[in-house]
């Protein structure tokens, strides 16, 4: 059975920083069928996409309200995918949801690899900017 | 990148069909096949209902079907329960190499 379990989150002080995690299992985290994505949710808000990352660590990509202040990150040998986020503003406030998207095996233009959906999604962590 | 536009709420009666529309442009809804539709309940996880405009995945119910016509697509839901009513959300692959979700809409079941 597919899990991920995310951690990490909390309290912090507008300009500050947090690091999530996500640990996943039942699946084979470093295979190169998967990306792993990071997708928030402000409260009573809808759902916003932030980042995501390659089975292998080597591609990167980020909303661009994040680019700059947050970097994914994995280690494929303790099955995890983090999110390092800096700088935090107000708006960051969000439940941080981590999420596995098959990859499609197409490229787009970019040369970047297409992962177009997510299929398993972790429980969340809250993430509260405020003084 | 812009949120796909969805219409904030939708409503039918048991047993109707009902239409979540997504729209989006040239350079995500209409430029690729990779859009997707979630449900979430209050309170709960979002769970894949469409994936790759009109695929379904194992266990989610065939009374849910989607399409995508140019720049927008759309989700149907036909047989309408009361279990169906939760908010929906579409996304979409863009050319900026990103993922757009839509402003979500609120599915009433009368």
């Known amino acids: 059975e597919v899990q991920l379990v995310e951690s990490g989150g909390g309290l912090v002080q507008p300009g500050g920083s947090l690091r999530l995690s996500c640990e996943a299992s039942g699946f084979t985290f470093s295979s190169r069928d998967y990306w792993m994505h990071w997708v928030r949710q402000a409260p009573g808000k809808g759902l916003v996409w932030v980042s995501r990352?390659?089975?292998?660590?080597?591609?990167?990509t980020y909303a661009d309200s994040v680019k700059g202040r947050f970097t994914i990150s994995r280690d494929n040998a303790k099955n995890t995918v983090d999110l390092q986020m800096n700088s935090l503003r107000d708006e960051d406030t969000a439940v941080y949801y981590c999420?596995?998207?098959?990859?499609?095996?197409?490229?787009?233009?970019?040369?970047?690899?297409?992962?177009?959906?997510?299929?398993?999604w972790g429980q969340g962590t809250l993430v509260t900017v405020s003084s | 990148q812009s949120a796909l536009t969805q219409p904030a709420s939708v409503s039918g009666s048991p047993g109707q069909s009902i239409t979540i529309s997504c729209t989006g442009t040239s350079s995500d809804v209409g430029g690729y096949k990779y859009v997707s539709w979630y449900q979430q309940h209050p309170g709960k996880v979002p769970k894949l209902v469409i994936y790759d405009v009109s695929n379904r995945p194992s266990g989610v119910s065939n009374r849910f079907s989607g399409s995508k016509s140019g720049n927008t697509a759309s989700l149907t839901i036909s047989g309408l329960q009361a279990e169906d009513e939760a908010d929906y959300y579409c996304s979409s692959y863009t050319t900026s190499s990103n993922m757009v979700f839509g402003g979500g809409t609120k599915l009433t079941v009368l």
């Open positions: 999420a596995r998207a098959p990859f499609s095996y197409y490229y787009d233009s970019s040369g970047y690899g297409i992962s177009g959906y997510f299929d398993y």
């Open positions: 990352i390659n089975n292998d660590g080597t591609i990167t």
